[in-house]
Structure formats: C-alpha cells, structure tokens
C-alpha cells in the first residue's frame, strides 16, 4: 500500500506567526494570512502539535474545499498528527503473520485522514479523542481483511480471537486443553459454533503444499542429506474410485451393445440389487435361466473388457 500524505512548505527556520507557503512554492494568500508557519510538522513536540493542531482546524473550516490553500492545511494537519498514528500503532507491530511496520504506519494514516475530515472543532472534543479510535479501528480492519490467508466470514474472524483467550483461560485453569464442550460452557456459545470457530481459525495462516517440510530438529534436510520432502509428497493417497470411474467409462459402450433383455436383467440384479428368483418373476423366466443369462452376459462383458 502506498500512499503520500505529506506536503513540503518551503519556510524558513524560525516559524514567526505569518502566513505559511503552500505546497508548490506559490507565493501565500490573504487566506493562509496569519497561520503559523511550520516547517518541520513531523518534528514538533506534543504540546505544539497539539496547540497548533486547534488553530489549523479553525483555519480549515473558513477554506474552501479543493482549493491549494485547503489541501496545505490539510496536509499540515496530517503531517503534524503522524506521531498519534505511531502510538495507536504500537501494539500491532510485529504480530505473528501481520505486515510490516510501515505498512501499519501507512494504514493508520488512513484512519487519520478520515479522522481530520470528520472533526468538527465546535464540539469541544479533543482531536485525540476522535483520531486515536479511527486509526486503531483502519489498522484492525486492514489486519481483519489482508492478513488472513483464506477469507472467512467476520462472525468467524472475531471468534477466533474469543476462542484463543478463553483456550488460554481454561488451560491455566485445568492443566490442559479445553475440550469445544468447555470452551462452549465458557464464551455461552453452542459447541458447534465453537466447532466452527476452530475449524475457521486454520484458515489464519496456510502452507504451500510445496513447502519442505522441517525436522524435528529445526533442519530442512533430514538425516542422510537428502532434501526434504514437500507437504504435497507427504499427503494424500491414491483414490480408489479412480478406477472404478475408468472402469465405468469403458463399460459404458459395451452395455450400449447387449441385447434389451439382457439389459432389464441386469439393471434388476445391479441397479434395484433384485434376487435372481425376483428377476425370473420380473421378466417371464425361471429362477435357473436367468442365472445362466447373468453369468453369461457377465463373462461376455468380462472378456471384451480385457480385451480391450
């Protein structure tokens, strides 16, 4: 994800409180008259940051939107609250599985710039206040959206996280892991949807199936210095009805060829699992003839099925 949020002000070192120079080097307005000049946004300490944050908001409102002088004070104000979005960014760096530090950062980032597009100043609301809920909630919904390697409901999402902490709970509590009955019992949830929390939380992370797989010693190459398998070649097997569905394939041109009564009989025997005797009633013949007609149109198929 990239995104620029900043805007250069081509200013002099000392910031005197006169109008600042917007982004481009044009020269300022009567609407930027007055604003303090902030060369370095990013460097200011919090109390300044703060202070100066009040007054470019107050200035924001008089602008109008989409002119070069609203986008300067706009930029400003991102750039001067960056250190909010490294603060509500904290706890989520260096999560197991999570993105890069600077991504987090650029995803806050977003979180703020709603957050300065919604604040209205009269309200008497602290900026922080509103600032710190929406680039912490951008972070969470990015982690909720991008990190997980198969995408599951929501629902699921949130659960897996109920589910972790009480598993964690219980089994400093009981010395072992919480059957679903327990883990139900504890969040007041049924066991099949703590069933289906737990199979969703698999979906967290994934292995490419051509991943080798380690040993037990942590070394890729098992004894011997033979690579190590991929997970593809450790799993799965050969599927037995493959055969019966190439079988099935070449049977199917042969019954088109048997005569009509030899085909009722054995749709009777095979398709509705008739005895021999209820066949003989079926089709008009004795119980002996049409075990004859069996064996003899079974042979026949037999033969030509190997055959070919």
Known sequence: MT????????????????????AGG?????????????PCPRELSTVDARQLTRVFFERLRSLEEGTREYQYVRSTLIEMNISLVNFAARPFRDRPG??????????????????????????????????????????????RDATWAVRVPRRLQEQRLLLARATEELTSETDHAPTPAELAAHLGLSEDEVRQGLVAANAYSTQSLDAPQTEASGSGTPAGGQPARS???????????????????????????????STRILELRFGQEMTQAEIGEEVGLSQMHVSRLLARTLETLREEMLHD
Do not use: C
């Open 26 to 38: 044009a020269a300022a307005g009567p609407a930027l008259s007055g604003l303090p000049e902030v």
């Open 231 to 261: 997970l593809a070649e450790t799993v799965g097997d050969l599927d037995p009805a493959l055969e019966a569905v190439e079988d099935r394939q070449a049977l199917a041109p042969l019954l088109a060829g048997l005569d009509e009564r």
């Open 3 to 22: 995104m620029t949020a900043t805007t250069e002000a081509t200013t002099s070192t000392t910031p005197p409180t006169t109008a600042t120079t917007p």
């Open 98 to 143: 999570g993105p890069e530090n600077e991504d987090i950062v650029q995803v806050g980032i977003i979180g703020l710039i709603k957050a300065i597009d919604r604040y209205d100043p009269e309200r008497n609301t602290q900026f922080t206040t509103l600032a710190v809920p929406y680039i912490t909630g951008e972070i969470k919904r990015h982690f």
